[in-house]
């Protein structure tokens, strides 16, 4: 006679064989590799690493390789991934707006354009941040510090021409000063960037929301403006609202590798347009206070011609570009 233990036992087994089999036939790649050109801690490696946990959660991806290379806003790592990833369907590059003005600021001899547009993921405002012991109270603290002296008011943020150095151009050019006079400090991830904050060896520092966002609330740092249309954290002002005539948002997305065929091309567009579809990344999103800005395909790219003549005039306009 059978025993009941043993027909629970088995029944176990056939509910896992059925969802094994169901993960099976949601897996899309067997694996996935995905290229940070920034180091860990900062918002690509959090973008990347919460594709991953959307993808493992849903069974969309069987395994996962990272790497991180980081320096000049991407430019450093891009060739790397260009010539090691060429053609190869199943890798990523994670990437955004930064990369567009750094591979403009730096003149590269290769630049975003020259990888595949995937999807745009997210976009997110800055905030304008210093260690909690600055005596740079209020955002009008700050301005005032920035017209009497920007030199004097060193300015933590991501690569040189990124979204970070362009808020921070763009503030001094309301203030009546020029964006060359700016004491901008740039760091090749997130991390770097908050060790310099923490350690007040910087006066502020501009980055994106949820990058400062745990350090703010933890009272390590203290939040002076955000630089969206509407308030992105309690109790703090936006730019706008201040007085400060300047809404700007941080765009990431990912990029396949140069040489993918169109149906390697689509099958990353189908891939990226199933995770963004599982409640694991809506989730991850409403957690990290990111705004959803999904575009794929086509659309996505013709959306990056439109941000390249964009962000190229804006730097000229500041200065930053010739």
Sequence with gaps: MTSRRTLIAASAGLAAMGLSRRAMAQQLFDSMFIFVPAG?????????????????????????????????????????????RRGRGNALLVG?????????????????????PIARMTSEPGI??????????????????????PGATSVAGGSAGGIDHIILGLMLKQLGRNARE?????????GPAQAAILGAQVKAGISGVSEFSEQVKAGRMRALATTGETRSLEGVPTLKESGIDIVMGNWRGLFGAPGISAAQRQALVAYVTAVHATPAWREIVTTRGWDDAFLVGDAFAQFMQRDHADTEQVLRDIGLAS
């Design 40 to 84: 860990p801690g900062g918002g690509w490696d959090g973008l990347g690493r919460a594709i991953e946990q959307a993808s493992r959660t849903a069974g969309l991806v069987g395994s996962f390789q990272f790497e991180n290379v980081g320096g000049a806003g991407g430019m450093v790592g891009l060739p790397r991934f260009i010539s090691q």
């Design 96 to 116: 955004g707006a930064v990369m567009v003005g750094a591979g403009i600021t730096n003149r590269t001899p290769v630049s975003i354009r020259d990888v595949v």
């Design 128 to 149: 304008i941040v210093v260690p909690a012991s600055s005596d740079l109270r209020t955002l009008a603290d700050f301005t005032n510090a920035l017209k009497a002296n």
């Design 182 to 190: 700016a004491s901008y400090v740039a760091f090749a991830g997130g």
